[in-house]
């Protein structure tokens, strides 16, 4: 008993070792991918800069010659001769001279270590180290190798073949269609992965669960039918208020979270919708208010656009005066009964409205307002002339 648990010890540490002088080659290998992107960057930054310089110079001659009698012809643009990126060399040349330190001088790594450094790499590194080694040959490679750097050159490309050969026989019949490979046993990421959309696994009859966990991009998922409610019951978005922001970017409105019962004000004004959009599926501006919203003559002038339609249907006081002007409610309310022949319906609503305001405080009161020179011009009351 004692030995088997000596053993497992043994082959534990044995095992710690071996992970250890891998994470040494991941991380070379890591480097090596972002010193070879950022090299390719420095590349597309030069040839945007020559693309701008032709442009400008086009645009000058094009102005002069509008003054000229003799025009300038317009030079036409040199071809692009893709030159020897000298970071791409740097960049390969870094990566074997790190590597003969690690295997020659310092000895914590051997040939077979680079095989095993792999497998601490994302698939996403995989792919790109692959494609890194597809483009590369003679001109950016290392030259006057030494036996161990050839070597070491050697085990590099054969790991990466190794570990994106794929005996997958339900991959190799993308080119038949998602059918062809859901019959051949393929997942349903697998599926997507090779470029088909979320709707054709849910016609396949992959279930919402399966195609949610499998995509992940909420954007992709909305067009494929699912709704608010399947994302939160698949996992891809939590049940937390905070994590509705991401439902919202996606383009899910107000009512699409309301009809997969997230109906919570609070919720949804986490997530980012207006008073209007909340109004305008049937939140009343108590409930509203409850949930932590500002009233309409409080809100930012940018929020006032997107409230003022469901306001003015639900309840029109609330917006302010200087918003509406003169078509405010509160200033076409006041209607004096005797002046232009009006009506005691409106003398009554008016003086309910008031309270005990009677019909005299308001006619005297409008009286003043039309002899005041601080009506401005335009302005009609009751029917009458302009202030």
Same mark, same amino acid.
């Given at each position: 008993?004692?030995?088997?648990?000596?053993?497992?010890?043994?082959?534990?540490?044995?095992?710690?070792?071996?992970?250890? $002088?891998?994470?040494?080659?991941?991380?070379?290998?890591?480097?090596?991918?972002?010193?070879?992107?950022?090299?390719?960057?420095?590349?597309?930054?030069?040839?945007?800069?020559?693309?701008? !310089?032709?442009?400008?110079?086009?645009?000058?001659?094009?102005? %002069?010659?509008?003054?000229?009698?003799?025009?300038?012809?317009?030079?036409?643009?040199?071809?692009?001769? $893709?030159?020897?990126?000298?970071? =791409?060399?740097?960049?390969?040349?870094?990566?074997?001279?790190?590597?003969?330190?690690?295997?020659?001088?310092?000895?914590?790594?051997?040939?077979?270590?680079?095989?095993?450094?792999?497998?601490? *790499?994302?698939?996403?590194?995989?792919?790109?180290?692959?494609?890194?080694?597809?483009?590369?040959?003679?001109?950016?490679?290392?030259?006057?190798?030494?036996?161990?750097?050839?070597?070491?050159?050697?085990?590099?490309?054969?790991?990466?073949?190794?570990?994106?050969?794929?005996?997958?026989?339900? *991959?190799?019949?993308?080119?038949?269609?998602?059918?062809?490979?859901?019959?051949?046993?393929?997942?349903?990421?697998?599926?997507?992965?090779?470029?088909?959309? !979320?709707?054709?696994? +849910?016609?396949?009859?992959?279930?919402?669960?399966?195609?949610?966990?499998?995509?992940?991009?909420?954007? $992709?998922?909305?067009?494929?039918?699912?709704?608010?409610?399947? *994302?939160?019951? %698949?996992?891809?978005?939590?049940? %937390?208020? =905070?994590?509705?922001?991401?439902?919202?970017? @996606?383009?899910?409105?107000?009512?699409?979270?309301?009809?997969?019962?997230?109906?919570?004000?609070?919720?949804?004004?986490?997530?980012?919708?207006?008073?209007? =959009?909340?109004?305008?599926?049937?939140?009343?501006?108590?409930?509203?208010?409850?949930?932590?919203?500002?009233?309409? @003559?409080?809100?930012?002038?940018?929020?006032?656009?997107?409230?003022?339609?469901?306001?003015?249907?639900?309840?029109?006081?609330?917006?302010?005066?200087?918003?509406?002007?003169?078509?405010?409610?509160?200033?076409?309310?006041?209607?004096?009964?005797?002046?232009?022949?009006?009506?005691?319906?409106?003398?009554?609503?008016? @003086?309910?409205?008031?309270?005990?305001?009677?019909?005299?405080? +308001?006619?005297?009161?409008?009286?003043?307002?039309?002899?005041?020179?601080?009506?401005?011009?335009?302005?009609?009351?009751?029917?009458?002339?302009?202030?």
């Amino acid at each position: 008993m004692e030995s088997g648990g000596l053993d497992d010890v043994l082959a534990k540490q044995a095992q710690e070792r071996l992970d250890k $002088r891998g994470k040494l080659v991941s991380n070379c290998l890591r480097k090596f991918i972002l010193s070879w992107s950022a090299s390719k960057q420095h590349e597309i930054e030069e040839v945007k800069t020559a693309a701008l !310089e032709y442009k400008a110079k086009v645009e000058a001659i094009t102005l %002069a010659n509008k003054t000229r009698k003799k025009k300038k012809k317009i030079p036409k643009p040199k071809k692009f001769k $893709r030159k020897i990126n000298k970071l =791409e060399v740097e960049a390969w040349a870094t990566l074997f001279s790190a590597m003969d330190e690690l295997i020659s001088k310092a000895k914590a790594i051997s040939l077979d270590d680079i095989y095993r450094g792999y497998q601490f *790499l994302s698939p996403t590194e995989r792919t790109r180290l692959a494609r890194i080694q597809r483009t590369a040959n003679k001109k950016v490679l290392p030259k006057n190798l030494n036996v161990i750097q050839m070597n070491m050159r050697e085990c590099l490309f054969a790991a990466t073949a190794a570990h994106t050969f794929t005996d997958n026989r339900a *991959l190799e019949a993308k080119s038949l269609g998602p059918m062809a490979m859901r019959d051949r046993g393929a997942t349903c990421g697998e599926i997507i992965g090779e470029g088909f959309k !979320e709707g054709d696994c +849910l016609r396949l009859g992959f279930s919402k669960d399966e195609v949610s966990t499998a995509s992940m991009d909420i954007g $992709r998922l909305r067009a494929a039918g699912l709704t608010a409610a399947d *994302l939160v019951h %698949a996992g891809v978005v939590s049940d %937390a208020p =905070e994590d509705y922001v991401t439902l919202r970017k @996606a383009g899910y409105s107000a009512l699409d979270l309301v009809r997969s019962h997230i109906d919570n004000p609070w919720s949804l004004r986490t997530a980012g919708y207006s008073w209007g =959009e909340l109004s305008e599926i049937g939140f009343s501006a108590v409930t509203l208010a409850m949930a932590g919203f500002a009233p309409p @003559a409080k809100q930012p002038v940018d929020l006032l656009a997107v409230s003022t339609l469901p306001l003015l249907r639900q309840d029109p006081n609330r917006l302010p005066m200087s918003y509406l002007g003169t078509s405010s409610p509160r200033f076409q309310d006041v209607e004096i009964p005797g002046l232009a022949g009006g009506g005691g319906s409106t003398a009554n609503h008016s @003086a309910s409205r008031f309270g005990a305001r009677s019909s005299g405080v +308001l006619q005297s009161s409008t009286a003043n307002l039309r002899t005041s020179s601080t009506v401005p011009k335009g302005v009609v009351i009751n029917g009458g002339g302009e202030g």
